[in-house]
T-cell receptor, first 113, second 110 residues
Framework: EAQVTQNPRYLITVTGKKLTVTCSQN?????MSWYRQDPGLGLRQIYY???????DKGDVPEGYKVSRKEKRNFPLILESPSPNQTSLYFC????????????FGPGTRLTVL | GQQVMQIPQYQHVQEGEDFTTYCNSS?????IQWYKQRPGGHPVFLIQ?????EVKKQKRLTFQFGEAKKNSSLHITATQTTDVGTYFC??????????FGTGTRLQVFP
């Protein structure tokens, strides 16, 4: 089954404790991206990747890092989480870059205390 | 900051009533995509519009892309409880960035 998976689905952590949210897709998509969703603000792009070893900042990259060492994986790293990073995070992938249908993962709800 | 706004933010309708959400961009968009997110779920692609003035229909849903390619609308005829969710528009900026609208949350009362 074609899908985007994220782990963990839920995470409660404390300020400053480094964490990684994994994202994997099995559709051989080149374009992958991370979004955060906050009430009233919609989905805001954090980082995106056009292909392996190619990453770029979205609209809200501060406090986040990503890597794209393999085509299927695109982990999101929070080196020192802060409470303002409490949010719902979605990973997405696409065969045609930003111009085509985005396939979203199930989401990761992160709470930073 | 946010460059794609949607109105209204919330809409409550009685089942059978029509519903429209509007998407407005401060800049011209190459295309517009629409997504639906059910409560507790993830966004799911509905449709993409590319041409100026384009209109597309999916059963009770009608999508329109403005002539200036800066606005779009989604109209649902005779809403059903299965239409409940948040509807997002999204447009491409700077060639490879996808900018989502703020979303319209639809609640349908039976």
């Amino acid at each position: 089954e074609a899908q985007v998976t994220q782990n963990p689905r839920y995470l409660i952590t404390v300020t400053g404790k480094k964490l990684t949210v994994t994202c994997s897709q099995n559709m051989n998509h080149e374009y992958m991206s991370w979004y955060r969703q906050d009430p009233g603000l919609g989905l805001r792009q954090i980082y995106y990747s056009m292909n392996v070893e190619v990453t770029d900042k979205g609209d809200v990259p501060e406090g986040y890092k990503v890597s794209r060492k393999e085509k299927r994986n695109f982990p999101l790293i929070l080196e020192s989480p802060s409470p303002n990073q409490t949010s719902l995070y979605f990973c997405a992938s696409s065969a045609g870059g930003a111009y085509n249908e985005q396939f979203f993962g199930p989401g990761t709800r992160l709470t930073v205390l | 900051g946010q460059q794609v706004m949607q109105i209204p933010q919330y809409q409550h309708v009685q089942e059978g009533e029509d519903f429209t959400t509007y998407c407005n961009s401060s800049t011209t968009l190459s295309n517009i995509q629409w997504y639906k997110q059910r409560p507790g779920g993830h966004p799911v692609f509905l449709i993409q519009l590319v041409k100026s003035g384009e209109v597309k229909k999916q059963k009770r849903l009608t999508f329109q892309f403005g002539e200036a390619k800066k606005n779009s609308s989604l109209h649902i005829t005779a809403t059903q409880t299965t239409d409940v969710g948040t509807y997002f528009c999204a447009g491409v900026r700077d060639t490879d960035k996808l900018i989502f609208g703020t979303g319209t949350r639809l609640q349908v009362f039976p």
